[in-house]
C-alpha cells in the first residue's frame, strides 16, 4: 500500500505548525473510564500474525484505512514483526492519526518501512492512560512510548516519552494535549478498544522526536547559531544520552557583551557547562539527579513560588520550558546563561564514565510509566523573540507551584541513569 503523498517532510521539527483544520471531535464525548476490560488483554495463546490481523480489523472498522495500511506494510518486515510483539504484551494506548493526518506523510517517509516501524512506535504509550491519570499544565505526565534503540536510543534502553497535559482551563474536561515545543496535538473522544489496545484517533502524525540541530534553531536561534559557527553541535548530537540547558535568545542577548570578547576555549567551557553528558534527566528527576556538567562542575536544583532554578557556580537561572524531548535526551529551555569558572576536567570524565557504566547495567525500573513532572513558571516571560520559540505554559499563575515544588522534592529513581 502507497499512500497518498503531498506536503514535504514528516520528521518535523517540533509539532508542524500547520493547522489542524478538521479537528474530528464529537464535542463533549468523554474519555473512557478505566478499562471496562472487554479484550482479554494478552491471552497467552495468540501468535503475532493472528494479533497482527485482530489489530488490522479494528482499524479498518474504526476507519483508518491509511493506518491499517501502513501497519499491515511494515507487519511483513523483521522491525515491524518485532513492534507488533511488543504491541501484544500488556495494556496499550494508541494514538491513530485519521487518513487525512496520514496523507501529509511525504514519500521519502512512507517508503522507508524502518522509519515507519519508528513513527508508529512512538504513536503507542506503554500503559493505558486516560485524561484522570493526565497532570494538569503548567505539570505534564511524561508517558513511555515503544520508541526505542537505533537513531532514538537512550541510556538504560529506556524508551522515547510523549509529553502529556491536561488544559489549565478544561479541568473538568476530559480531552488532553500531546504536547510539543510549540503547537500541541488535542485528544478528544472517546477511545476504541480492540484486543489490548485503546485506541484514540488523533488528526496529526505525531512528530518523532528530532535530533538537537533540527530542533535548536526553533527553539534557540540565537543558541543554535553561535554553536554552528563554533562547530560545538557536534559533540552535543554525538553524545549518548544527553541534557541540556539551553539559554534562550534572551538570555544570550543579555550576555552578548561578554560573550563577543570569548575565546573559542571559553566559549566551549560555557557550553560544556550547560550540558550533562550521558545521563537523560526530565524534570521530574532534577532534584534527584547526581549531575555534573560535562565541564565538571556539579549542578544544583531548587524551585519555589517564582519557579524551577539551575545553579553553577555564581550562575542561577529560571527553567522556563522543561521536557523538550529530542532524539538522544532531553533539552530543558533556561533564560540566563551557566558560567562557572571552576571547570574541572576529571569530574567530567569521571561522571561521564559512571554514567555510561549505570547506562549500561541499569534496568528500567519502571517501564510504563506515567510520571509527573514539574511545570514551567513563566508568568514573567522572558522575552522568547526568536520565531517559533516554544512558550511553554504561558501565565498560569501560581497554580503550577505546588505541583513543581512536589515534583522536584520527588526524588524518584525512575528516570535518572
Ligand atoms: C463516549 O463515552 C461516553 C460514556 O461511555 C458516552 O456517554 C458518549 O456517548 C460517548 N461519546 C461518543 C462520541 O461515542
Ligand atoms: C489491563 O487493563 C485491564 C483493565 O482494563 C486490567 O484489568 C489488567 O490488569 C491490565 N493488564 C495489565 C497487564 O496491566
Ligand atoms: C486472538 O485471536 C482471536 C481470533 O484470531 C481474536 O478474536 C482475539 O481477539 C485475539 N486476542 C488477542 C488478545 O489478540
Ligand atoms: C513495556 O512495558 C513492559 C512491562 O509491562 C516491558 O516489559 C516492556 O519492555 C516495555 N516496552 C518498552 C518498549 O519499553
Ligand atoms: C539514523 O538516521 C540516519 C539519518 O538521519 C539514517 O540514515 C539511518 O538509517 C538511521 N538509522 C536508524 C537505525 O534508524
Ligand atoms: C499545549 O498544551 C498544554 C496543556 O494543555 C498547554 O498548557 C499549552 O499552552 C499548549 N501549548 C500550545 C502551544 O498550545
Ligand atoms: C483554554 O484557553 C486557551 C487560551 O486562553 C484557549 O485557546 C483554549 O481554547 C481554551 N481551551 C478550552 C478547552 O477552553
Ligand atoms: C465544566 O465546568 C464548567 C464550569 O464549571 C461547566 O459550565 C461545564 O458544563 C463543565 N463541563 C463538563 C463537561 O462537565
Ligand atoms: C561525553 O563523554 C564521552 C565519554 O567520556 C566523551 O567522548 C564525549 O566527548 C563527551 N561529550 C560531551 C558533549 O561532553
Ligand atoms: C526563588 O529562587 C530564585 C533562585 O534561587 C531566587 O532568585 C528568587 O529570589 C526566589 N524567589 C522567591 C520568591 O523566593
Ligand atoms: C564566584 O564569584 C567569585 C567572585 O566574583 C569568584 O571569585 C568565584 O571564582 C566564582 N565562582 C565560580 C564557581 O565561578
Ligand atoms: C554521583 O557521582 C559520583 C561521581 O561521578 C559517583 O561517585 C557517585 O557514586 C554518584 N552518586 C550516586 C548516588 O549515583
Known amino acids: ?42 491471552a497467552g495463546g495468540n501468535g503475532t500474525a493472528e494479533y497482527a490481523t485482530t489489530v488490522l480489523a479494528a482499524l479498518r472498522s474504526a476507519n483508518l484505512t491509511g493506518l491499517a495500511g501502513i501497519a499491515e506494510m511494515i507487519s511483513t518486515t523483521p522491525e515491524g514483526q518485532e513492534f507488533f510483539t511488543q504491541l501484544q504484551q500488556g495494556n496499550k494506548t494508541v494514538f491513530a492519526p485519521n487518513d487525512q ?11 522507508n518501512n524502518q522509519l515507519l516501524t519508528q513513527i508508529l512506535a512512538y504513536h503507542v504509550l506503554n500503559n493505558t492512560y486516560t485524561s484522570d491519570g493526565i497532570a494538569t499544565a503548567p505539570a505534564h505526565t511524561l508517558g513511555r512510548t515503544l520508541l526505542k534503540g537505533g537513531n532514538y536510543t537512550l541510556p538504560g534502553n529506556r524508551s522515547q516519552p510523549l509529553v502529556l497535559a491536561k488544559s489549565s482551563n478544561s479541568t473538568n474536561g476530559t480531552s488532553f494535549d500531546l504536547v510539543g515545543s ?99 534527566v526530565y524534570s521530574n528527576n532534577l532534584g534527584a539527579a547526581n549531575a555534573t556538567s560535562a565541564g ?32 538522544n535526551g532531553v533539552v530543558h529551555v533556561i533564560d540566563g546563561l551557566l558560567v562557572n569558572s571552576q571547570s574541572n576536567p576529571e569530574a567530567a570524565a569521571s561522571a561521564a564514565s559512571s554514567a555510561s557504566e549505570a547506562a549500561a547495567t541499569a534496568t528500567d525500573t519502571d517501564p510504563t510509566g506515567p510520571v509527573t513532572a514539574t511545570g514551567d513558571q513563566t508568568s514573567a516571560p522572558a522575552g522568547q523573540t526568536g520565531a517559533g520559540g516554544g512558550s511553554g505554559a504561558v501565565g498560569l499563575g501560581f497554580s503550577g507551584v505546588t505541583v513543581g515544588l512536589t515534583a522536584v522534592g520527588l526524588a524518584v529513581g525512575l528516570l535518572v541513569v
Open 1 to 42: 500500500m502507497r499512500l497518498s503523498l503531498a506536503l514535504a517532510a514528516l520528521v518535523p521539527l517540533a509539532f508542524a505548525q500547520e493547522s489542524s483544520s478538521s479537528a474530528p471531535a464529537p464535542s463533549g464525548s468523554a474519555v473512557p473510564a478505566n478499562g471496562t476490560a472487554s479484550g482479554n488483554s494478552t
Open 101 to 111: 493526518a496520514l496523507s501529509t506523510v511525504s514519500e521519502e517517509v512512507s517508503s
Open 182 to 280: 510549540s503547537s500541541n496535538i488535542t485528544v478528544t473522544g472517546n477511545a476504541t478498544k480492540a484486543a489490548n489496545l485503546e485506541i484514540y484517533v488523533v488528526d496529526r502524525v505525531i512528530p518523532i522526536p528530532p535530533r538537537i540541530e533540527e530542533i535548536a534553531p526553533q527553539l534557540v536561534p540565537q543558541l543554535a547559531g553561535v554553536l554552528n559557527t563554533t562547530n560545538l553541535l557536534d559533540p552535543l548530537k554525538e553524545a549518548q544520552g544527553i541534557t541540556v540547558f539551553a539559554p534562550n535568545d534572551a538570555a544570550l542577548q543579555a550576555a552578548q557583551g561578554q560573550l563577543a570578547s570569548l575565546s573559542q576555549e571559553n566559549i566551549t567551557a560555557i557550553v560544556s557547562n550547560h550540558v550533562i553528558n550521558g545521563t537523560v
Open 296 to 327: 565538571g562542575a556539579p549542578f544544583t536544583f531548587a524551585s519555589n513560588d517564582t519557579g524551577a532554578f539551575v545553579t553553577s557556580g555564581n550562575s542561577t537561572a529560571r527553567i522556563v520550558q522543561s521536557d523538550i524531548i529530542i532524539a
